[in-house]
């Protein structure tokens, strides 16, 4: 079975700091993938970023990044810049292959003023 | 923003009632889900469709049906709404290929049961 541990239930920042989302996994497939979504207070939930467990570079997309650690199964997101829009609560979920998503418990994420 | 789509967005109702949430899609895919969320609460899993006549149980036991007539339709009925439903219901969707199958949520309907 799959789980998904986000450790961080809850998180503040500083705007324009940086911050960084931890995310553990376990799963006994080698193909599978990995995402971060985030839900805004009230609003719809989103896909920030999707890695590719079969790809070693990190993915990007503008002010977010993650650190994947296959060995480690760590999944980490890094927010940069941070912006008064960044918060939310956050997702980390995995899908193996032919399966259904497994999201883990959310980080509540709050960028201070 | 994705293109999915729920209906109502707020309903407060009495114990007892029968009530259809609605979700449309219009992206084509194939796979449609069903999550219950408390709110600022992990998602659980309560239904979902492969596509046209088929619909499994998610891990989380359910009293609520569901139903997928159409690719783009995937509606969750409860036949009689009891206090303890009282939750946020979010609807989403994803193609099936799987190197495609990223998840997209609709805006949810948030239910009271009194």
């Known amino acids: 079975a799959q789980t998904v541990t986000q450790s961080q239930p809850e998180m503040s920042v500083q705007e324009a700091e940086t911050v960084t989302l931890s995310c553990t996994y376990d799963?006994?497939?080698?193909?599978?993938?990995l995402f971060w979504y985030k839900q805004p207070p009230s609003r719809q939930m989103i896909l920030v970023i999707r890695?590719?467990?079969?790809?070693?570079q990190n993915a990007t997309e503008n002010r977010f990044s993650v650190n994947f650690q296959k060995a480690a199964k760590s999944f980490s997101l890094k927010i940069s810049d941070s912006q008064l829009g960044d918060t939310a609560m956050y997702f980390c979920?995995?899908?193996?292959?032919?399966?259904?998503?497994?999201f883990g418990p959310g980080t509540r994420l709050s960028v201070l003023p | 923003e994705a293109d999915i789509y729920q209906t109502p967005r707020y309903l407060v109702i009495g114990t007892g009632k029968k009530i259809t949430l609605e979700c449309s899609q219009t992206?084509?895919?194939?796979?449609m889900y069903w999550y219950q969320q408390d709110p600022g609460m992990e998602l659980h899993l309560i239904h979902y469709?492969?596509?046209?006549?088929?619909?499994e149980k998610g891990d989380l036991s359910s009293e609520s049906t569901v139903s997928r007539i159409r690719t783009e339709h995937f509606p969750l009925t409860l036949e009689s709404a009891r206090p303890s439903h009282t939750s946020q219901y979010l609807c989403?969707?994803?193609?099936?290929?799987?190197?495609?199958?990223?998840?997209?949520f609709g805006p949810g309907t948030r239910l009271l049961v009194l």
């Open positions: 992206m084509g895919h194939d796979k």
């Open positions: 979920a995995i899908l193996n292959y032919g399966q259904n998503f497994v």
């Open positions: 989403a969707s994803s193609e099936l290929d799987a190197g495609r199958e990223t998840q997209y």
């Open positions: 469709s492969y596509g046209v006549n088929s619909t």
């Open positions: 799963t006994s497939e080698n193909n599978y993938y």
């Open positions: 890695q590719e467990a079969y790809k070693q």
